[in-house]
């Protein structure tokens, strides 16, 4: 059980943040350890996708509750992170997280959109905030068709992000992922957090593995460490992610 004295604060940057790459306006929220505006510290960030499922007791399929997971962590000490949470594009979610090539769902606009994050939201986020900027402190997540736009945005931008929060990635979209498309250059030093449940679909945990061995074929696994979790009763579902958040952001941003 959590201790309301620790939950994050909340503050909506934007209701209509400029996407100029995508001519659109969002709403992004940075969640700040309750303790950010008693201190100095800087904190490394983790921007995850579809921020109205992340914390809206009014959102339609449940949310993963992070704040209140957050609370509970910093009850023990642990989790001081800044959140930036970006909102999906509702109708238009899909064709934003899809890439921009020939994909089982057409050719989508994710490589604007992962332009969108590392050079624009960043930097606004790193002038704005007290933050880590170095990408031994940046990270990128989500679940589903938001964990498939992570894995671009985190493999396009190594220089930027150095730790991926995969939950449940759509990666059936491109079950051949074009990796020549990926920038490989130095730094190769990632942490990879895998999530899926074995209640997702029967090639859920095959995809799964096959994408962590493709990546360390790749030469991946020099210098990068990955974390493979299957929940052998787990579902597609916002409740299932939320459990597993705090035991991936612990790994994730631990030294």
């Known amino acids: 059980m ?22 659109k306006t969002r709403r992004i929220t940075a969640l700040l350890p309750y303790n950010y505006n008693s201190s100095d510290r800087r904190y490394p960030v983790l921007y995850l996708q579809d921020g109205q499922n992340l914390f809206d007791d009014y959102a339609p399929f449940g949310n993963w509750g992070i704040d209140k997971k957050l609370a509970d962590l910093a009850g023990h000490g642990k989790g001081e992170i800044i ?17 921009s090539y020939n994909t089982r769902l057409g050719r989508g606009e994710g490589k604007k959109y992962v332009r969108f994050l590392a050079d624009t939201l960043k930097p606004y986020i790193d002038k704005n ?15 589903s068709m938001g964990g498939l736009i992570s894995v671009y945005a985190g493999l396009m931008y190594p220089e930027v992000y150095s730790r991926l929060m995969l939950f449940s990635p759509s990666l059936w979209v491109d079950p051949n992922i074009h990796f020549h498309l990926v920038s490989f250059l130095e730094p190769k030093d990632l942490k990879i957090y895998l999530y899926g449940g074995g209640k997702e679909g029967s090639n859920m945990i095959e995809n799964l593995n096959w994408f962590k061995n493709t990546l360390e074929r790749q030469g991946m696994n020099e210098g990068s460490d990955f974390k493979l979790s299957i929940d052998p009763e787990g579902h597609h579902n916002e409740a299932c992610w939320g459990r597993e958040f705090p035991k991936a952001l612990n790994w994730l941003f631990s030294p």
Request: aromatic share 10%; no cysteine; hydrophobic share 35%.
């Open 83 to 99: 959140i930036v949470a970006i909102d999906h594009a509702e109708e238009e979610r899909i064709a934003e997280f899809t890439p």
């Open 2 to 23: 959590y201790n309301p004295d620790f939950l994050p604060n909340k503050v909506v940057i934007s209701e209509s943040f400029e996407i100029p790459q995508l001519i």
């Open 129 to 143: 905030f007290r933050t880590l900027t170095d990408r031994s402190n940046t990270g990128i997540g989500g679940s």
